[in-house]
């Protein structure tokens, strides 16, 4: 297992390391240490966005175009 050490870490983020830490009853290494594996080895959520461009452009346009049906057989007329 390696050993990691952070300098210069602003005395806010350290504060709030702390207070999440105790929050949880865990020393704030270890809050620290979970911290780094969510964010590194947890896969991340995409947005509904993102998710939404991703879809490859298929098709045309006019392949979805509503055509109207005007037979007399039609149940919605």
Known sequence: MANLIV????????????FRAGRKGISAEAEH???????LLTP???????VIQSIP???RDDDFS????E??????T
């Open 66 to 69: 509503r055509v109207e049906d």
């Open 57 to 59: 452009p298929v098709g």
């Open 33 to 39: 240490r979970n911290l780094l594996a969510d964010v």
């Open 7 to 18: 300098r210069n870490v602003d005395d806010e983020i350290v504060r709030a390391l702390k």
């Open 71 to 76: 037979s007399p057989n039609s149940v919605f």
């Open 44 to 50: 991340r959520r995409r947005s509904f966005e993102e």
